[in-house]
């Protein structure tokens, strides 16, 4: 089994943006424990801060892994254009967020993607990723 995560912006500042939001952890360390604990699956991780190149990264692998765990930060609340990647894609794609997004401001309560997706996690911290893999292995 092949899973693409796809982080969005400022998610390669986990570990020291808003540590009492997003923890103390930053990702490279969640996902050595991630890879750790399922040895048995290809996890493969790619970061951007910019749209398109989330969009390139959806679309270069869309058709060739099992399933993508999509936290697309900020995008999530605007990007139509990510909306439309993961509708032309065949591979289901779970979003995933760190924190609870109905407990923040309102504008992150809606998800312009959400609707394309298999499903949405948020919530549980990192393990929000973990749940989304567990989510690929129990379909």
Partial sequence: ???????GPNINLLGKREP?????VSFEDYLTELRGTYKGIEIRYDQSNSE???IDKIQEVG?????????????THTSIA???AIRAVSAPVIEVHISNVHARESFRQVSMI??????????????????AVEAFLNK
Avoid: E
Wanted: hydrophobic share 45%; glycine share 14%; proline share 0%.
């Fill in 1 to 7: 089994m092949k899973i693409q995560i796809i982080n």
């Fill in 20 to 24: 009492s939001v997003y923890g103390s």
């Fill in 52 to 54: 398109g190149c989330i």
């Fill in 63 to 75: 058709f060739d892994v099992d399933g993508i765990v999509l936290n697309a930060g900020a995008y």
């Fill in 82 to 84: 990510i909306q439309d």
């Fill in 114 to 131: 959400a609707s394309a997706c298999k499903g949405v996690i948020c919530g549980f911290g990192l393990d929000s990723y973990r749940l």
